[in-house]
């Protein structure tokens, strides 16, 4: 099917499901496409973005990007910040899902009186339901691909520009932060300068991998820094100086050859294969410049709730 009638019969769906929207506008490709998509459906005057800010662990240049392109769409922004979720779940160990449902959507939903409209699509978990309504909360393009996304903002003329650590991806910061997040001076700090400072040195070059992963145990920040394409010998020299100049990183290592890396999970975790296998591919490889293998163990501590990276060794696969 051509991108028009895609659009045309998605445009045709959001007009029959609602006269007025909330949108959960991050800035990336997947949200500023459903805005375009709710404007063309209901006019400008019916729809409204939010945006949650989740200060230290969005990226700087977020809030004048988010503002850039609500202004091009033309509509209302309203910006709503959020971190002490963010830190309460990480507590607790790393889970964007949880983050995603109580520390964004649930402030969303206290925000609005709307339905409200999010950009999930075939790419994740709830596009692949293929349920277009939840609890309040909508999935115009559903059914849509990356692909298809990148193919109708370009039929848009629409540029959504670069927010986070790859072309198109909006990003979160804290995501980087492979461990417990017990204290935010020293854990949060470190994912948090780390990741500026990597983004500033590249300065807009296109990448396909571009983060600093903080890990190790409580005491200790080590630093992986992931660039992909690879960094020159002089350009890998001269970041992880800087990174190592930061009083909260106490190591710094640049990926360029496979690891091993030492895991400890709550038993939930350990006893079920499905859930290793899901934190190994599709929550730790996808964002590693290198090949990557998990040595699981199973943790001690009551207060970790998911997985802790704390070590890594090379050449190990």
Known sequence: MRIEEIIENTVT???????????????GLDSTLVAR?????????????????FDRYSYTRSASIVRRVAEDIGLQLFIEREMQLQEEIWRRGPSCNRCTRHAKINTIRKLS???????ANQSDSWGKTGIAIKDGFYA????????????????????????GESAGREGCKLKHLLKMLINPDFHGKAVDMSNEILLDFLNNRESDIANVKIIGPLSRNIALVNVRPYLKT??????????????????VHYMDSPVSLTVAANPAVTNDPESMRWIEEGRLQPEFAVPIKVDWLPSRNRRLDTFHVVDFRRGAM
Do not use: M
């Open 140 to 163: 115009p393009i559903r059914s849509w691909d990356k692909h298809q996304i990148s193919e109708a903002l370009r039929h848009y003329g629409i540029v959504v520009p670069k927010i």
């Open 37 to 53: 998509l709710c404007v063309d459906a209901l006019g400008s005057e019916r729809v409204r973005l939010i945006n949650i800010s």
């Open 13 to 27: 769906e959001i007009r029959d499901t609602t006269n007025e929207i909330d949108i959960a506008f991050s800035g």
């Open 113 to 119: 009186d709307r339905l409200i409209a999010t950009g």
């Open 234 to 251: 002089e350009e890998i020299r001269e970041v992880t100086g800087r990174l190592s100049e930061l009083s909260v990183i106490d190591e």
